[in-house]
């Protein structure tokens, strides 16, 4: 045999092996043969690039199917929900602020306890500076660590104290006695009996979290001390409350933040009781001269409807902060949290259905320049400057109660049945036990939870009624909280986070990071362009049981062996294909006649499938392509003239290994238009038949 022979045959066989091995090192996303055969003359002619080049193109870009167009995400397309972008915190270099921010999103994340309801971050940074604020000259929330010499200590040796007892991971009771009661952070505590969020019984049963403190371990009770165990207190409260209302069934996914934030801010401020009175109100008030049961009745309400009226006020900040609420005038003019019974009476003030009662205008007259610098931070457009215009302002909407339900209603309710029902006679002042007055709500809807009807039979009217202060609390759980956790952020280094311009801290989500929120949150969601006010249960349920996926440790591998294995919701899963992926969410959400499928299994399947057109696709249906050699699935979440938005395992080399959230181009292949469909490269879309027929259960599956 030539040489040039020789040589001819032996570049032939290494060919037909690299082709033959191709085929098995490619995943189950499409056979790399096809994809050359498809995209190199494309590329080679209207790139005019080499060989080599184009090989390298479609290697990088598209070997796993689909090019990966998360790092092209533009900031503005990311930052349109009201989500926390927590993943910032990660970028922080280790110090107080890091430690803190991370425990808080290990609590909101149920990885402190097990109580069934865990209060979200925002809240957590709301609430806390509304209660304690901030270390002197600072934005920093507060703790036991002490602050010397313009910072706080942490991690460093301390008065006999070991550096890693300086921690708020490590900083507990043993620590407290190693320093000298007189040597830690008291001022929010001068007889140290309260907490970074106040006294709530913080050392009592079912409050030990499951980290442990320097010297803590094998304690029965909460040390009131341990931020770990004060955020597993918060939780416990949180759940107690909620059950205390009657709202354990309801799907925490399906509320806002500012739900979350609000509802745990008024049960950890007035108690479940108080919650109540002030919901349906009845005033509140500490002197226990009657029990709201006497007036109020919530298990008359199914919990839809006990869902709708605690929205109620939530809503109030939810709609001040996305359509009035600009962030650099309000911010700028709001110094402290203790300002946010001003904030909460000047909102009201202009929002119709809310009414101030004239002890609580007063009390902004008090205050005059006070409150005048915060109307001209809360209404930028409609700027006050004479103590005068703020009396004409605050005069609109102080009413007696009667009169407000004229307004709203247009119906006249005696005296005797707004004493009856209400248990005011004029404007909440005489039932209030403050001297700061009552912010109330009058909704034009009948309420069944009320024990007394009006005279004529008639069932009465829904009304709120909160005391200023506690109103200021909530609403500053609401629409502060995300504001504090930017400061944290920039004061913790992040110069690149501006605590005003809310682009720069949520739901960011530049180079392809995955927003991470709490578990069973939709405020992911608003990120990726998924309008969730349209969003049903199951798919709301479905949705969140895929994006919590995402959040494990799950690597892509064609392993069927693990993965039949890793079925069962219980497991979390090491390893898993795309259509591994797709089977298992949906399974686990709770259809569970999906068993572990393959790609073409359920392009195939139309007992529990049907094929859509691409203008009916929405958020949780499915798009999928295939070849006689391989394909690909994937979850539809939204789309853009340019993007589709998808949540899939895949693995590309450098930008994902595993399951993901992301952003593919739509020039990569075309829509099919067959109802067939047909194995023919192009996108089809696909739909659960049982989703939103309520046949099956559905929830949010959560993987540790």
Known sequence: ???????????????????????????????????????????????????????????????????????????????????????????????????????????????????????????????????????????????????????????????????????????????????????????????????????????????????????????????????????????????????????TDFDSSSVSDGFSATTYSL?????????????????????????????????????EELLKFYSYYPELGDNYKSNHMNNSEFFAGFKAGSEMRYVVSCIAAKTDGWYLSSSAKDYCLDSASTCIRIWNAVWPDDKIETSEELANKLDSSTKSLKDAIKEVTGKTISDTDISSVYRTNSDYDDIMPYHWGAIFHVVNEHCDAYTHKYSDGSVPFFVQSFDTVMCGEAIGANIVGDYVYAYMLYEGGMGNVDPTNPDTYLNGLSNGSTFVPQRSDISWMSAWGVDTTSLTKDRTNLLNTAYNMCQTDATYAQDSTTMNKEFDKKITPTVIDCSGFVSKVINNTGFTFQKRSTVTGIFYDRVNYEVIDHSEIKPGDIMAYLYPDGGHIMFWIGESAEYYSVIDSNSISGKQNGPKIRRVSKTFRDVGTDKGPKEDGKIYFFRIKALDTNKYTTHAQNYN
């Open 267 to 303: 049960i950890h401020g007035r108690g479940a009781g108080g919650f109540i009175q002030t919901t349906f109100g009845n005033g509140y008030t500490y002197k226990g001269e009657w029990s709201y049961s006497d007036y109020i009745d919530i298990s008359q309400l199914t919990s």
């Open 1 to 247: 045999m030539k040489p040039k022979h020789f040589i001819f045959l032996v570049v032939l066989v290494f060919g037909v092996m690299f082709l033959y091995i191709a085929k098995f090192i490619i995943n189950d996303d499409y056979y790399m043969i096809n994809l050359m055969r498809q995209k190199y003359h494309v590329i080679s002619t209207e790139k005019k690039v080499s060989k080599r080049t184009a090989y390298d193109t479609i290697k990088s870009s598209d070997s796993t199917s689909i090019t990966d167009d998360s790092s092209n995400l533009q900031h503005s397309d990311a930052t349109t929900g009201t989500g926390l972008n927590l993943l910032l915190m990660d970028s922080l270099t280790e110090g107080y602020v890091k430690e803190m921010l991370t425990l808080f999103r290990a609590s909101s994340n149920g990885e402190l306890d097990d109580k069934g309801f865990h209060v979200p971050v925002g809240a957590l940074c709301g609430i806390q500076s509304c209660e304690t604020g901030w270390y002197s000259s600072t934005h920093l929330l507060k703790s036991y660590l002490p602050y010397a010499n313009g910072k706080v200590v942490w991690n460093e040796a301390y008065l006999g104290a070991a550096a890693s007892d300086m921690t708020l991971s490590k900083f507990d009771n043993t620590v407290v006695n190693k320093l000298g009661i007189n040597a830690i952070n008291n001022s929010f505590d001068s007889n140290y009996t309260t907490t970074v969020f106040q006294y709530d019984g913080w050392t009592g049963d079912n409050a030990v979290s499951k980290m442990n403190g320097s010297g803590n371990s094998g304690r029965s009770k909460g040390d009131h001390y341990y931020l770990p165990d004060v955020l597993t207190a918060n939780n416990r409260m949180y759940s107690d409350g909620l059950k205390a209302i009657h709202l």
